[in-house]
């Protein structure tokens, strides 16, 4: 318990410091924010205002990399249904889109005050019950199974391409020059802050998605230290810095249709529960060698791609009919692979 | 001896697994994991279950435990 606490304290901590060295404010670490970047950044999308290659998600899978190695803990392994994993990754990522943060930013937002995340939080855990009660009636992950030794190095192997990219800024790759992805703490300190917490959460095994679930189902609050821990150490910071402002309008790159944001994150727990992780897990899972954790990253971008070519994304000012659309889309497709066995094998024939 | 095999389930199927084991009174139960995640599932769940936790060396890439009363 003490690990995990003193886990979430500083990545609660570091997430303050990002936004006080230049990162988006409520945003010094968001998965889907920075991975939505990324495939900005990488041209998968045209907004404009969200272009950059994050170096904090370069750490986190380098980090968790280099840990896992070093423990012993670094298993090349997939197999246990990529298809699926990619739908749920992609899912994961509209429904981030549609709340604007993956659950980690959500626990940043409310310890700045910003009580449409709180709303959020409630669509969270409602889809981590859904998720739980799909566990419950059978829903079956598939079983990973060892994967050729190279495939393991396929993901941090793109880590490092993209911080080369990063570094060298060929011409293919676009930087914001407005808006949150021109905002960005020095490159240096982001990969450091992504590298540390890459190894704590690799060693913790933090989850955002895993502390309610493994409460509901075998009544283990582990989990939820580390998301305490978080939680403290943004508001402690947000107030000491000055960035505390209570309330549900005029938030920082967020916006205050409450059916939405509870929707939005029904969608990322229910998938981060049929998927076995959290964005921020499945990062972490994906630098030691799980492939399938790796496809689900894969769904993410391709998620974030689609949002934003489509216009799937909402912003400041409100989500769009079509995002509302895609959020439902979503709560269908995984009640079909939750409880109707869509994209998923029958107990028979996995047996 | 009951045993139970759950290598390469994602979270949280392995410490499942292991929940409805004990709960058909599965005893002593001899558990393979291949992660460490789920092998320090297991371990508190089977902790605060009040049963005794035995590691063993199992396969390479493998943890075997082994869970009986106390």
């Not at chain 1, 495939?39 to 994050?54: F, K, N, S, W």
């Not at chain 1, 889109?97 to 709303?119: E, H, K, Q, S, Y």
């Not at chain 1, 960035?243 to 727990?269: C, D, E, K, R, S």
């Not at chain 2, 393979?32 to 769940?45: E, L, S, W």
Request: proline letters at 4%; charged letters at 10%.
């Amino acid at each position: 318990m003490k690990k995990i606490l003193f886990t979430g304290l500083i990545i609660g901590a570091m997430g303050i410091t990002l936004t006080a060295l230049g990162n988006p404010a409520n945003m010094g670490f968001c998965i889907a924010c920075f991975l939505r970047d990324i495939a900005g950044g990488l041209g998968l999308h045209g907004a404009g205002a969200v272009q950059y290659l994050r170096p904090e998600i370069i750490g986190l899978g380098l980090g968790s990399m280099f840990i896992a190695r070093a423990k012993g803990e670094f298993r090349v392994r997939g197999g246990a249904n990529p298809l699926g994993r990619f739908v749920l990754g992609f899912a994961m990522m509209i429904g981030a889109l549609a709340f604007l943060g993956c659950p980690l930013r959500t626990v940043l937002r409310l310890g700045a005050g910003d009580l449409n995340a709180l709303v959020g939080l409630g669509g969270l855990a409602t889809g981590i019950f859904c998720g739980v009660l799909a566990l419950k009636k059978g829903y079956n992950p598939g079983r990973a199974v060892a994967q050729p030794a190279s495939s393991g190095y396929v993901f941090p192997g793109i880590l490092l391409a993209l911080l080369a990219a990063l570094l060298l800024r060929p011409g293919f790759v676009i930087f914001s020059e407005s808006g949150p992805g021109a905002q960005a703490a020095p490159i240096l300190a982001a990969l450091v802050a992504g590298l540390v917490v890459g190894i704590l959460a690799q060693r913790t095994r933090l989850c955002m998605t895993g502390g309610v679930r493994d409460m509901l189902l075998v009544r283990d609050p582990h989990l939820l230290w580390g998301f305490g821990g978080i939680l403290v150490a943004a508001l402690v910071g947000n107030v000491i810095m000055g960035y505390f402002q209570l309330g549900f309008a005029n938030q920082p790159i967020a916006h205050t249709a409450h059916l939405w944001n509870f929707l939005g994150l029904t969608v990322v727990g229910y998938a981060g529960v049929l998927a076995g992780g959290c964005p921020l897990r499945q990062l972490i899972l994906a630098g030691t060698g799980d492939t399938d954790a790796v496809i689900t990253v894969f769904g993410m971008v391709a998620g974030a791609a689609v949002a934003h070519n489509f216009g799937l994304a909402a912003s400041g000012q409100g989500i769009a009919l079509a995002g509302q659309i895609a959020v439902l889309i979503c709560l269908a497709v995984l009640s079909w692979m939750g409880f109707g066995q869509g994209l998923t094998k029958s107990k028979k024939e996995a047996a | 001896m009951h045993k139970l095999d759950v290598c390469g389930l994602s979270c949280p199927f392995p410490v499942i697994e292991v929940k409805k084991a004990l709960e058909a009174g599965q005893l002593p139960l001899e558990v393979t994991v291949d992660a460490g995640a789920p092998r320090d599932n297991i371990k508190r769940f089977a902790k605060t279950s009040g049963l005794k936790i035995k590691e063993q060396a199992g396969q390479p890439g493998t943890f075997v435990l082994v869970l009986s009363k106390e």
